[in-house]
């Protein structure tokens, strides 16, 4: 079975828009949302990785393939994209120091009987697919998942600096929740209202974790007007969701103070912002990840992928008790 286009719309997830060209390419923002970064061309360009997006289906082919085309989304140069069947995660495809473009293909012999295949697409590149077929299926399923899931931050909540996509907190803290996710986040990003939009749909969950660039970045009085605007207006827009605001983690440089204070105070600023509504719980950043290097890539700001399986363990532990 050579999958048509609509059956490739029908089994994706986390695409607000999927385009058939030459490759079918998938996006995670919108037009409108896409115009909140039309001032930063690197901004936008991290606009195009395929954080959160996956495939997830049942099938009985013998084997699945695929060709696909990777374009870097992100200031790292690795790309990398996961298999799961039947939950279980076996199969990662690796490209390691690779170029800003490269294309490749994909072929895998599957297990007998009816399975569930969920692949993870990279975070940090954006990859496009063509030729996807399934040989001798006759079942084409679409996963159902119980949850729906938005998610706005910045490269942490993006996937950095997880090797494999599937281990990105986020996309961890789905898998525990049995959820999808529509991935907001952007590498170096600050709170930013202008990205926020009404949706086609209600999520069940919305996360949120910024701080840690508008602490280095961002002015007193832009800090303020930037976190109070946002809050105010995901509160507004997501009125019957589960908010989930995510104070900073942990970092190395942690205690240093900048023009803004220290990244305690900025901390506490978001978690006194966040009481004024009934609709948003916050959840102490810190409190998700043991304070040591060996949890985080050389940079000591974002976490490796042990770091990562952690985070998405204490904060699932977290939100599960105020569900």
């Known amino acids: 079975m050579k999958l048509s286009f609509d059956d490739i719309k029908n089994i994706v997830f986390g695409s607000e828009k999927t385009s058939q060209g030459d490759y079918i390419s998938f996006f995670r923002f919108s037009e409108k949302e896409k115009l909140a970064y039309s001032s930063s061309e690197g901004f936008t360009n991290k606009t195009y990785a395929t954080a959160g997006i996956r495939f997830d289906f049942y099938t009985d082919a013998s084997s699945i393939s695929f060709d696909y085309k990777m374009i870097r989304a992100s200031s790292r140069n690795f790309a990398i994209f996961d298999i799961y069947i039947n939950g ?13 473009e490269f294309t490749d293909s994909y072929r895998k012999k599957l297990p007998e009987g009816k399975k569930r295949i969920t692949i993870f697409l990279p975070n940090l590149y954006s990859m496009q ?10 079942v084409l399923k679409p996963y159902e998942y119980k949850m729906k899931i938005v998610s706005y931050g910045d490269s942490i909540t ?106 305690d105070e900025v901390v506490n600023a978001i978690s006194n912002e966040c009481v004024k509504y009934s609709n948003i719980k916050v959840i102490t950043g810190t409190d998700c990840l043991p304070h040591t290097d060996l949890l985080f890539s050389k940079d000591g700001v974002h976490p490796n992928d042990l770091g990562m399986l952690t985070y998405s363990s204490n904060l699932y532990k977290k939100i599960l008790s105020l569900l």
């Open 129 to 138: 697919i063509k030729n996807f077929v399934l040989e001798d299926a006759t």
């Open 158 to 263: 993006q996937g950095y600096d997880a090797r494999f996509p599937s281990y990105s907190y986020i996309n961890q803290l789905s898998i525990k929740l049995d959820a999808f996710v529509h991935n907001k986040a952007i590498g170096g990003d600050i709170f930013r209202p202008d990205l926020l939009e009404n949706k086609a749909f209600m999520p069940d969950i919305v996360t949120v974790a910024y701080g840690t660039n508008d602490w280095v970045k961002s002015s007193q009085e832009e800090f303020s007007y930037n976190m109070r605007t946002f809050i105010k207006n995901i509160a507004m827009n997501y009125t019957t969701s589960k908010i989930f605001v995510i104070t900073p983690i942990w970092r190395r440089d942690y205690d240093k103070i900048v023009p803004l204070g220290t990244l």
């Open 88 to 100: 279980i995660f076996t199969d990662a495809i690796t490209h390691l120091d690779v170029e800003v």
